[in-house]
């Protein structure tokens, strides 16, 4: 069982450049998150979906977009990137209602230049 | 701890001692608690849970302490082992994000070091 699945593993984009990582689990979870890690700050809650075909923002959604056409699908776009949006990524997800207890990927170090 | 600035508030143990991590949670309303380890190079993993109406809860090796009187969450290691190091989180459940159960608020983290 893979569980998170994220992709790519690492990326440089240019200032501007549009952006998708890709999220992908196995577990059959309704809720999926992605969050962002940056030294001294933690992690940050970007966006979520606690059911298919539904999102909402979490604590820092802006430059950021997020579908959920399956269960299995979550991807995160950012439009147009821009420096301050260099950090690490990760796509959890969590049987929701059962415990809060979300199974990470490994994630997505982006570096936007 | 929380941290203030760009710096990791480190704890250092000899390998075989316990370890106290703590953690001052923000929201008096939260009532469910997580614990996380971060490796390096990984997605932060679970470790333990507990909820608001306990005050204590213990897994393998790792115990949870909850004071909601001063907001103070701890977790603590036994006998600490080299595969221990790592960053530790602490999260508190947030209803600010559409209330689903995962939406949860992480602390800045701890490092462990555990010294052979």
């Known amino acids: 069982i893979a569980g998170i699945t994220q992709a790519p593993t690492s990326q440089i984009l240019a200032a501007g450049r549009r952006m998708t990582l890709r999220c992908t689990q196995d577990?059959?979870?309704?809720?999926m998150y992605w969050y962002r890690q940056d030294l001294g700050l933690g992690l940050r809650l970007i966006h979520y979906s606690n059911t298919a075909g539904t999102t909402g923002k979490g604590e820092v959604p802006d430059g950021y977009s997020v579908s959920r056409a399956n269960t299995d699908d979550f991807p995160l776009t950012l439009a147009s990137a821009v420096p301050s949006q260099t950090s690490v990524y990760f796509c959890?997800?969590?049987?929701?209602?059962?415990?809060?207890?979300?199974?990470f990927g490994e994630g997505s170090r982006l570096t936007v230049l | 701890g929380e941290n203030v600035g760009l710096h990791l508030p480190t704890l250092s143990v000899q390998e075989g001692d316990n370890s106290i991590i703590n953690c001052a949670y923000s929201?008096?309303?939260?009532?469910?608690f997580i614990w996380y380890k971060q490796e390096s190079g990984k997605g932060p993993q679970f470790i333990i849970d507990?909820?608001?109406?306990?005050d204590k809860r213990q897994g393998q090796r790792v115990t949870v302490l909850l004071n909601k009187t001063v907001k103070h969450l701890s977790l603590q290691i036994a006998a600490t082992q080299p595969g221990d190091s790592a960053v530790y989180f602490c999260a508190e459940n947030s209803r600010d994000y559409g209330g689903s159960q995962g939406n949860l608020i992480f602390g800045k983290g701890t490092k462990l070091s555990v010294k052979p």
């Open positions: 577990m059959r979870h309704n809720a």
């Open positions: 959890a997800s969590s049987a929701t209602g059962l415990t809060g207890e979300l199974f």
């Open positions: 929201n008096s309303a939260s009532d469910y």
């Open positions: 507990i909820r608001s109406n306990m």
